[in-house]
């Protein structure tokens, strides 16, 4: 399993060194079909004639005397803005996939509540309310972020217990001293009673009077996808892994991830792709759902490169197929669109080996390799 942060280290920020994309003629149809859609939902035209004012506005008191009173109001209206004019743009929706649990569980003046979860067969999403209100020592240095939450956000965590997590963000560097003063709450998952290992994301989103929205993302590195024909048996640990409360949380509940697999799109493959280093995988299938579009393999992508698929759709537009070390090949966001109403995908193999010192990749080290292959896409 790679870890995660091997791979953000290949997202560049200079975006020279990317190739330009360009709208194809079917793209086009789809954004302005999508845009006319948008604008004549009653609700949403309202808020089309407003939207800019409404930032602007919003963005002015917030910087101004009123600054306190409206961060609150500022969460909601953002991410409702973010839905229609930003995040909306692949028509996701996850809600009928949701487990809705709504259940609080109090320790050392700290309460949690684990909102709703997400299961899929390779993929978990957790979202939490974590509530540090009563305890006054946490609120003040949370005061500190100024709201800023999302900057304690931590990547590519892989641990089996809250001792090994502590030791590894005890030789992780953080040039910022707020990491140490505020409780970070790591989790441990077992599902049907087996502890989930995979990539672990833990991301926060917003904060109010010492409340905050922690969402959890697990990338499960399992050789058998998990069986969504039927309800998982979930059990969910909480520990401060700062050591800044002793506290314990624990959930158990039922997970159905029956409703995301029946609409779940499966193409079954049976295509072996060599690798660099020698090696080969099978690709087994090809899968798109609303949490994302992936290509499931059998074997091990080599540590030591970076690997990728890209090519093109039936409509001769580009698309990207990312590996994070999971079993599955994850389709770059902003291709989303690019793989609705295909038939087929053709494919080449690029990989870039990893720099001894730092593991870094550079754009330019990319490479094909091999021959391209075609794979269904319905």
């Given at each position: ?6 791979l ?5 920020t200079?975006?020279?060194?990317y ?10 149809k789809k954004?302005?079909?999508?845009l006319?859609k ?13 939207a ?8 002015l008191?917030?910087?101004?005397p009123?600054?306190?009173?409206v961060?609150a109001a ?5 991410d409702?803005l ?5 995040m909306?743009?692949?028509?996701r929706?996850?809600?009928?996939y ?5 259940t609080?569980?109090?320790?050392d ?20 309310i974590q ?5 006054k ?5 949370m005061?500190?972020?100024?709201g800023?939450v ?5 990547w ?20 910022d001293?707020i990491?140490?003063?505020i409780p970070?709450?790591?989790t ?21 009077k010492g ?8 990338d ?5 996808a998990?069986d969504?024909s039927k309800?998982?048996?979930m059990?969910?640990e909480f ?20 409703e995301?697999?029946?609409n ?10 060599a690798?660099p280093?020698?090696s080969?995988?099978?690709l087994?299938?090809y ?5 994302g579009?992936y ?7 080599p540590?030591?490169y970076?690997?990728?698929?890209r090519g ?7 698309v ?22 295909i038939?087929?995908l ?18 330019s080290?990319?490479k094909?390799?091999?021959e391209?292959?075609?794979i269904?896409?319905?």
């Open positions: 399993m790679k870890n995660i942060y091997e953000m280290n290949e997202i560049k200079d975006t020279e060194d190739p330009q994309e360009v709208l194809s003629e079917f793209e086009a954004w302005n079909k999508k006319s948008e604008l004549k939902r009653p609700r949403r035209k309202k808020y089309a004639s407003i800019a004012c409404a930032v602007i506005c919003m963005a008191l917030a910087a101004g009123f600054r306190e009173q961060k500022m969460n909601s209206t953002i409702s973010n839905e229609w004019l930003a909306d743009i692949t028509d929706d996850i809600s009928p949701t487990n809705v649990i709504n609080s569980v109090k320790d003046k700290i309460d949690v509540k684990v909102e709703a979860v997400v299961v899929d067969d390779r993929e978990l999403l957790i979202s939490t509530d540090f209100s009563k305890r020592d946490i609120k003040k240095h005061k500190q972020l100024d800023d999302e900057r304690l956000g931590i590519g965590l892989e641990f089996d217990s809250f001792d090994e997590i502590r030791k590894e963000l005890k030789e992780r560097p953080e040039e001293p990491y140490n003063e970070f709450l790591g441990i998952v077992t599902l049907d009673g087996e502890q989930i290992k995979g990539t672990q994301m833990i991301k926060p989103k917003d904060y109010e409340k905050m929205r922690v969402i959890y993302r697990y499960i590195d399992r050789k058998e998990f969504l309800e998982l048996e059990k969910i520990q401060d892994v700062n050591r800044i409360s002793d506290g314990k949380w624990e959930f158990a509940f039922k997970a159905d991830g029956r995301l697999a029946a779940t799109m499966t193409v079954d493959l049976d295509q072996k792709v690798l280093d020698g080969e995988i099978r087994t299938s899968k798109k759902n609303e949490l579009t290509i499931y393999y059998e074997g091990k992508t540590k030591n970076s690997t990728q698929f093109t759709n039936d409509r001769e537009e580009t990207w197929f990312i590996d994070y070390g999971n079993g599955r090949f994850q389709l770059d966001l902003w291709n989303e669109m690019r793989t609705q109403d038939e087929s053709t494919l080449s193999v690029y990989s870039a080996q990893r720099t001894s010192k730092d593991q870094s990749v550079k754009e080290s990319y094909p390799y091999g391209p292959f075609t269904p896409a319905k």
